[in-house]
């Protein structure tokens, strides 16, 4: 084979072996850039989860039963709460959303119109609410702050006192 030609052979494939390395890396950018995106959203879906904590053990004794309830855009969960009639009992409220949300800034309210009670809860926070002994019945409870306000199902919950 003539050297001209040998060397335009050699020329090309020296050429197929960078267009390949070339798309290895592209690959592999790709393949990490893929990753970290994906590692970040997995965080962002988690992070509301963190707000969830174990009842403190310690206030449980003082307080009768410890109920939580998150509050957040979604709504209410659980949307319901049963207690006991006769008995005090504490719930935990959490809001797990970020002040960026256009609607309220994140805020969340817990109101019950029936015991006069007006908790508003910041972004990112929990506060707890003691009640006392409450007759049998049910008490509504809502969050008029945003979603729609108590007008959306979702905004909206009960705690059942039996008797």
């Keep these: 084979m003539p050297k001209h030609i040998s060397r335009i052979v050699q020329e090309r ?20 850039v893929t990753l970290a995106v994906l590692g970040v959203s997995v965080f962002l879906a988690v992070s509301p989860l963190r707000a969830l904590r174990a009842p403190d053990q310690g206030t449980a004794g003082q307080t009768g039963e410890i109920r939580q309830i998150v509050v957040s855009m979604a709504g209410f969960d659980p949307p319901s709460v049963r207690v006991p009639a006769g008995r005090p009992f504490s719930i935990r409220l959490i809001n797990p959303d970020s002040q ?8 969340h309210q817990f109101h019950i119109d029936a015991l006069n009670l007006d ?29 729609g306000g108590k007008e959306n199902p979702s905004m909206r919950g009960v705690i059942e006192v039996t008797g």
Excluded: M, N
């Design 119 to 147: 908790v508003r809860i910041p972004p990112k926070s929990e506060r707890s609410q003691t009640f006392a002994r409450l007759a049998p019945g049910k008490y509504e409870f809502y969050c008029d702050v945003c979603c």
């Design 13 to 32: 494939r020296d050429e197929v072996r960078r267009d390949a390395l070339y798309r290895r890396l592209k690959i592999g950018a790709f393949t990490l």
């Design 100 to 107: 960026f949300h256009t609607d309220g800034g994140g805020w």
